[in-house]
């Protein structure tokens, strides 16, 4: 295994609906990032973790719940959402958090449809 | 205003030409300018790295910052097929500590 990896690749889910999104990275890397993507949009940073701490929380809805039980792996909790949370979920790591030449890498994503 | 600001195209050229993508930016500050490249149902991947102005090369690829307009390229000679992806610009600063601001990304198609 290589990189980062992130299942599920989908997930539909109903707005009454628990689920989780999981990522692992196997870069040795200390800084875990959750993302959202949407059409159109720059990306949108989410949740910062580094060294398992979380370091940031840009003002994203209690409806997401982050998790970050070693520095490899990193969960996304989602519980009733709303259609508009439907978008392409990506986790990065990067080695260290807020070095000034931080280089993100990126997993493939989970593209979450709310219905 | 935003800061950092990219036309989402999309961007449709023949294959063989040459691109350019552009993205322009507000905060001075900004050391850092790199390109991420992303495939459909992918991940961004890093792509070109450069700090301060001028240029770098890779292959078919130019990366090009010009601090004084606030204003960075890439260049993509000799286009493939394969190089249909979305593009997106990102930088930081030290003012920023490090935090990646991200343009909407570019979105390029090379038809053969």
């Known amino acids: 295994e290589t990189g980062v990896t992130q299942t599920p690749r989908h997930l539909v889910m109903g707005m009454t609906n628990k689920k989780s999104l999981k990522c692992e990275q196997h870069?040795?890397?200390?800084?875990m990032y959750w993302y959202k993507q949407s059409a159109k949009k720059p990306l949108e940073l989410m949740f910062v973790y580094s060294l398992e701490e979380r370091v940031e929380n840009n003002s994203v809805p209690s409806r997401f719940s982050p998790e970050c039980p070693n520095s490899s792996h990193l969960f996304l909790h989602l519980h009733t959402l709303q259609p508009e949370d439907s978008a392409l979920y990506l986790c990065?790591?990067?080695?260290?958090?807020?070095?000034?030449?931080?280089?993100?890498?990126f997993g493939s994503g989970t593209q979450l449809s709310v219905l | 205003q935003k800061e950092v600001e990219q036309d989402p195209g999309p961007l449709s050229v023949p294959e063989g030409a040459i691109v350019s993508l552009n993205c322009t930016y507000s905060n001075s500050a900004f050391q850092y300018f790199m390109w991420y490249r992303q495939y459909s149902r992918k991940g961004p991947e890093l792509l070109m790295y450069t700090y301060s102005s001028g240029n770098k090369e890779d292959g078919r690829f130019t990366a090009q910052v010009d601090k004084s307009s606030k204003y960075i390229s890439l260049f993509i000679r000799d286009s493939q097929p394969s190089d249909s992806a979305t593009y997106l610009c990102?930088?930081?600063?030290?003012?920023?500590?490090?935090?990646?601001?991200f343009g909407q990304g570019t979105e390029l198609s090379v038809k053969p």
């Open positions: 990065a790591s990067s080695q260290a958090y807020r070095s000034t030449n931080e280089k993100l890498f």
């Open positions: 990102a930088m930081s600063g030290y003012n920023q500590g490090g935090k990646l601001i």
């Open positions: 870069l040795g890397h200390n800084a």
